[in-house]
């Protein structure tokens, strides 16, 4: 082969591989171009997680918000409003917080004296109690007659007590019905059945998985959540009916 036939074949060669580098930049900017923000967006959402782990509860918070919006809109005056007396603190209280609990719940007995604690600190609370029975037998009459005693207006005289005896059973029931002054064994009460059938769709509607279950405004929480937690959501209950 002459060296004038093999000129042009290298700078053809030559031509192509420069043609075929420039289009492989471009082909690698462009993919950078597309990459980068995520890779940039990924690397500084995982950097503002590691600096401030509470932007991730913040978030599962606003979606179990949203979640829950529609049953709360729909229901809100049924979750609210106490049955006769079970609630405590300001009877037109500023911010509501409703408990779906069961006497024999250890969760519940130990969030008892925070939401105690709370009344105390915060006059402008409202503490709506909804008796939610599903550990056995005892807890079924327990709240019965708490609801018998509610209709007399007795019911923290009997929720009190009953807190303070023990876990419910035949022996511990009956000191909290003696200091509700009524019987020991429930009368079968229609309005007390209908309320407990009331209570157990609100809770399925609200997704309970267990007591205690707790709502306060727009914020719905399940499980002892201590009192930190129902503070802040109180505050932000607040906070979102004062902008409203």
């Not at 923000?37 to 949203?66: F, M, T």
């Not at 019965?144 to 005693?149: I, K, P």
């Not at 509700?180 to 009368?187: E, H, L, V």
């Not at 009460?189 to 209570?199: G, I, M, S, T, Y």
Request: hydrophobic residues 45%; proline residues 6%.
């Amino acid at each position: 082969m002459s060296e004038s036939s093999a000129a042009p074949r290298t700078k053809g060669t030559f031509s192509a591989a420069v043609a075929g580098g420039i289009i492989g930049s471009l082909l690698t900017a462009a993919l950078l171009f597309f990459a980068l923000p995520n890779v940039l967006s990924s690397r500084i959402v995982r950097q503002g997680l590691l600096s401030d782990p509470r932007i991730l509860s913040d978030a599962v918070d606003a979606l179990r918000d949203a979640q829950y919006a529609p049953v709360l809109a729909t229901n809100r005056a049924a979750i609210e409003t106490p049955f006769a007396s079970s609630w405590k603190g300001a009877a037109k209280g500023g911010v509501t917080l409703v408990e779906f609990f069961d006497y024999a719940c250890p969760y519940c007995k130990a969030s008892n004296p925070i939401i105690d604690r709370l009344l105390r600190e915060d006059k402008d609370l409202k503490v709506v109690y909804r008796e939610l029975p599903i550990l056995g037998p005892d807890s079924i009459t327990a709240a019965r007659l708490s609801l018998e005693a509610s209709k007399l207006g007795r019911f923290a005289n009997f929720h009190d007590t009953l807190w303070a005896a023990g876990r419910p059973a035949p022996e511990t029931i009956a000191v909290a019905a003696q200091a509700a002054g009524i019987a020991p064994k429930p009368n079968g009460d229609p309005e007390v059945e209908a309320e407990l059938k009331r209570n157990y769709a609100l809770a399925g509607q609200l997704g309970a998985t267990g007591t205690p279950l707790f709502v306060i405004g727009d914020r719905v929480m399940n499980g002892a959540v201590g009192y930190d937690a129902l503070k802040q959501a109180i505050a932000v209950a607040r906070t979102k009916k004062a902008s409203s």
